[in-house]
Structures are given as structure tokens and as C-alpha cells.
């Protein structure tokens, strides 16, 4: 049973470019998280996606940023424009999304780190 | 909103026990979380709390008191490998059940 996926591990990029992060959730389940952390820092959140919703995003700047879980596929944080404040490790998780009979707790994957040179 | 307070940085011996507070304020407290990582790894699960009290699994145990907002994670029998920073997380009803997390504890075992 596969954990919680993501690529790529590490990721270079010029200011003005695109960062594109996916993560692939583990089998079973349907929340997806995605939190970014800086050196030294705690996590911080982003964005709370289902299939094909955006649950919330009130962590996620407004403009450069956008995230998706469509139906098939994996999920992706998608980074426009890229400055070099968005260097950081992007972390995603995912939950079964059952509170009642789990812990419901966040399973995260190894995440991205992203640099902007 | 919420706020999750715990100390930056801890220094314990090999063999040592070691507590990491953590305090929180949150309007719909709905579990609080603990969570191990070390450096450029994941986040790893260690514990749950949802009701007052001790939950122990093994060397790690978590308290809670809810009408205090304050939890805290103890490390027994300190080992090399529990060199890690620890992260306290909070789940708010109101905040959509997502989790807030504090900015974590780096904890340094020496020998």
C-alpha cells in the first residue's frame, strides 16, 4: 500500500517561471492538503481539496497560485510566475476524510522542494 | 483564528525524558495532533488526543487538557534517532476541520 506521492522531490526554477507540484494521494483516499514550509518553520496551510472541489484555500495566496484534484490524475499545485519567496518545501497530505471511527489524522508525502534562482 | 505556541528548541541527554508543551486557542477544538519530522523528511504521525488526558503508545505519551488549551508530548527513554523537530496541530471545527499547526519544537539528543 503505496503512501502519499509526490513529484517532483526537487525542483529548480528561474524567476518567471511556472512550478507545477502533483501529488498523488494514498489508495482509499479522497482529502488532499497541501502546506508549504520554510527553513526552520512550521507548516503552514494552503489549500483543503476533494475530488474535483476546493474545499478551502483560505491559506493560498490569491494571485500565482492555483490547485486542483480532478477526477482523474493526481492533484496539483500549480505556481505561476515564480518568485524567489516561493522557495520552500510544499508538502501534501491526505486524510480518508471519515471523522466518527479515525483519527481522520493526515498521512503526508516526502514532499517538493522547490528552488527559485 | 488559531494560535499554537510551543518552545523553538529543547536539549536533552541520551537516556533523558524530555516534555514539549504546546498551547493553543481555537473557538471549535475538534482534536490535537502531534507529529515527528526530521530534517528534510516528512511529517510523520505520533499521537491523537480529542479527550482530557494521557494517551501513552510505547516511549511517546500526549496530554490534554481541553479547558486549559494546552497539551504536551513526552519522550521517554530519549534515544539519538528522536532527534527531530515536533510538530503540535490543532483540528477546528469552525476552520473546516482543517489543521493549524504550531511552528514546532527542534529537539536535540546528545550523547
Known amino acids: 500500500n503505496a503512501g502519499v506521492m509526490q513529484n517532483p522531490r526537487h525542483l529548480v526554477r528561474r524567476r518567471g517561471q511556472e512550478a507545477r507540484l502533483r501529488c498523488s494521494p494514498m489508495k482509499g483516499h479522497s482529502h488532499v492538503y497541501w502546506y508549504r514550509q520554510l527553513p526552520e518553520e512550521g507548516l503552514k496551510f494552503m489549500v483543503y481539496?476533494?475530488?474535483?472541489?476546493?474545499?478551502?484555500e483560505s491559506g493560498m495566496p490569491k494571485e500565482r497560485f492555483s490547485a486542483e484534484f480532478p477526477k482523474e490524475g493526481p492533484s496539483i499545485l500549480r505556481i505561476q510566475q515564480v518568485v524567489r519567496g516561493d522557495s520552500a518545501a510544499y508538502f501534501c497530505?491526505?486524510?480518508?476524510?471519515?471523522?466518527?471511527?479515525?483519527?481522520?489524522?493526515?498521512?503526508f508525502g516526502p514532499g517538493t522542494r522547490l528552488t527559485v534562482l | 483564528g488559531q494560535n499554537i505556541d510551543q518552545p523553538t528548541e529543547m536539549t536533552a541527554t541520551e537516556g533523558a525524558i524530555v516534555q514539549i508543551n504546546c498551547t493553543y486557542q481555537?473557538?471549535?477544538?475538534?482534536?490535537l495532533f502531534w507529529y515527528q519530522q526530521h530534517a528534510g523528511e516528512a511529517p510523520t504521525f505520533l499521537s491523537y488526543?480529542?479527550?482530557?488526558g494521557l494517551e501513552e503508545k510505547g516511549r511517546f505519551s500526549s496530554f490534554l487538557s481541553r479547558s486549559k488549551g494546552y497539551s504536551y508530548l513526552l519522550l521517554k527513554e530519549l534515544q539519538m534517532k528522536d532527534s527531530a523537530s515536533y510538530l503540535c496541530a490543532v483540528r477546528d471545527k469552525a476552520a473546516g476541520n482543517k489543521l493549524t499547526f504550531g511552528g514546532g519544537t527542534r529537539v536535540l539528543v546528545k550523547p
Open positions: 497530505a491526505s486524510s480518508p476524510g471519515f471523522v466518527t471511527t479515525t483519527y481522520n489524522e493526515q498521512f
Open positions: 488526543n480529542v479527550l482530557d
Open positions: 481555537t473557538s471549535g477544538f475538534n482534536g
Open positions: 481539496l476533494q475530488k474535483e472541489n476546493i474545499i478551502d
